[in-house]
């Protein structure tokens, strides 16, 4: 159960060193395109073969071109479903019990997900609207269940469609004035 504990988590945290998955208007209202989002990235996170799903989830578009640039993009995805097939082979099976919307992001939240996109992908973004989810998620082998729980942040990012931000209240707010700090030397 540990390693399930952590491969969960670590699938559901990889955004917290790397983090986006953009969706272009398809015609459906903002509430339907955040939450297929998050159903989206949670998919991919427990499927073999579901690693470039899960990246586009979560990384801005700009940074999945840089990785595909320095030939980093194929590996990371390859290793990623590897890991996923290798838990499935030794016998294991995964399931998403619960994908439950909380409340939507305040707008100091906001900013702290527009820092979060700068520092961790140096990219100057507006976050247009934003929404908290809970995800549950099950993994079984033998009849012993481990279910582990993650809150996440979907958020529309003005040229990037919308993203998920792998954190919870308390780690995005760790971007709070981030957005706002001056980078140049005066």
């Known amino acids: 159960m540990k390693k ?5 988590l670590s699938c559901l945290m990889t955004a917290s060193v790397f983090t986006a ?5 398809d015609g459906g209202s903002n509430s339907s395109k955040h939450e297929k989002i998050v159903e989206k990235w949670a998919d ?3 499927t ?3 690693a470039e799903d899960y990246f586009t989830c979560t990384f801005p578009d700009e940074y999945i071109d840089t990785l595909k640039d320095k030939g980093e993009w194929d590996n990371m995805v390859q290793d990623y479903n590897d890991d996923i097939q290798a838990d499935l082979d030794d016998g294991y099976s995964y399931k998403i019990d619960e994908v439950k919307m909380g409340g939507e992001l305040t707008e100091d939240e906001l900013k702290s997900a527009e820092g979060f996109f700068f520092d961790l992908y140096d990219a100057e973004t507006t976050v247009k609207a934003g929404f908290w989810y809970d995800v549950k998620a099950t993994r079984a082998k033998d009849g012993d269940d481990d279910t582990q729980a993650q809150e996440v942040a979907a958020v ?3 040229n990037d ?7 919870d209240h308390d780690s995005l707010s760790y971007y709070s004035d ?7 030397e005066d």
């Open 4 to 8: 399930f504990a952590a491969l969960f």
């Open 21 to 25: 998955c953009g969706d272009s208007d």
């Open 44 to 46: 991919a996170a427990i």
């Open 48 to 50: 073999p073969k579901g």
């Open 156 to 158: 529309e990012l003005e």
């Open 161 to 167: 469609g919308w993203k998920i931000i792998p954190f």
């Open 178 to 184: 981030k957005s706002s700090e001056d980078t140049s």
